[in-house]
């Protein structure tokens, strides 16, 4: 009865599961001998999911696909460019009207690589450049794992009042880079047996997102977390991711046709440089803002991640409702 209230929900259920652990913390948060054992498991459930990335991306098939370069580059430009731009500009603006550590959280997201899955998923139903989407998502992805913390240490450490460091870099080594490059290495051999129990591997994935979340959300109670957020904040924060996914929308629709891409290109480019990766951000949060307000700065991007879902949904069934190579220009800059 729960799992079907749960997937007939039109908030996906992986969210649903992260607000659940985050409920969790509030009421029952880990502490003690307790946290000290959740800590240590977080840190191998980071790595075992750094290094489950690693074994997915084909190396391969993504420089094979790199030919169309002016698709992948202006994907990439939307996600490690323009997007951090805006959240830097923004940043002390923001820092007036949420506070220092939401804001902060505001600018890290928009440092975080592309969702791979719905980034997919979107450009498939809206009929768009599916093959490009794949490429596109996995190689945000991939440079993702190195991009972001070091836009983190050059955008953040300065405007924030977050420091990262030296021991938060050989975390960053050890907790991610390292089991991502094992994963690469030791692909060949592990690849088939996680497609033969894909299923599983699935909720290996997200139940360590969860854990993280439940972790973090536990610290940030312990210190104060809820006291420091106002329902208020909450909602201003809705109000600007829902602006931010919107002015993306538009921008990435109307730049892409100024730029001679077909319509297909268009929603591909639309649908992987518009999203922000709860998958990647928040275990990667975890690493490199440990001893920080890590459920204030990861919030910001849990709100962003369910606004781009319920938009972006709307969107790619409006595109599917219109016949492929008649693109409506009023579509495109929605």
């Not at 450009?123 to 794992?145: D, F, H, Q, R, Y």
């Not at 080594?173 to 599983?200: D, K």
């Not at 829902?242 to 730049?255: D, E, N």
Request: some cysteine; proline content about 5%; charged content about 10%.
């Amino acid at each position: 009865m729960f799992a079907k209230l749960i997937a007939r929900s039109p908030i996906d259920g992986f969210v649903i599961a992260i607000m659940l652990a985050v409920l969790v913390a509030a009421l029952f948060p880990a502490r003690g001998a307790f946290a000290e054992v959740l800590d240590y498991t977080v840190i191998a459930a980071i790595a075992l999911l750094f290094f489950l990335y690693g074994t997915r991306l084909h190396p391969r098939e993504a420089l094979a696909g790199l030919a169309h370069w002016r698709l992948h580059l202006t994907i990439l430009t939307f996600t490690f460019v323009l997007f951090p731009i805006i959240g830097f500009v923004l940043a002390p603006l923001l820092a007036k009207i949420i506070g220092q550590d939401l804001s902060a959280g505001m600018l890290y997201l928009t440092l975080v690589p592309s969702t791979v899955q719905s980034s997919i998923a979107f450009t498939s139903i809206a009929k768009g450049n599916v093959p490009g989407a794949i490429v596109s998502a996995s190689v945000s992805n991939l440079l993702g794992v190195f991009l972001t913390p070091l836009l983190v240490v050059w955008l953040m450490s300065t405007e924030s009042g977050i420091h990262v460091d030296a021991s938060s870099i050989t975390k960053i080594m050890l907790q991610i880079l390292l089991p991502f490059v094992l994963g690469q290495l030791l692909r060949p051999w592990i690849a088939p047996l996680l497609a033969r129990y894909a299923e599983p591997t699935k909720y290996v994935d997200r139940g360590s997102i969860v854990l993280v979340v439940y972790v973090a959300f536990s610290e940030g109670v312990r210190q104060g977390l809820w006291s420091l957020v106002s329902a208020w904040q909450v909602v201003l924060m809705t109000i600007i991711a829902t602006v931010l996914v919107v002015v993306m929308l538009v921008l990435s629709g109307w730049l892409p046709r100024r730029l001679g891409f077909d319509r297909e290109d268009t929603i591909a480019i639309q649908f992987c440089g518009t999203k922000k990766s709860l998958a990647t951000g928040l275990p990667m949060a975890t690493v490199l803002f440990a001893g920080s307000q890590v459920g204030l700065i990861v919030l910001p991007l849990m709100i962003f991640h369910q606004v781009q879902l319920i938009l972006c949904s709307a969107l790619a069934t409006r595109y599917s409702k219109r016949a492929p190579g008649r693109p409506d220009p009023a579509d495109i800059a929605a």
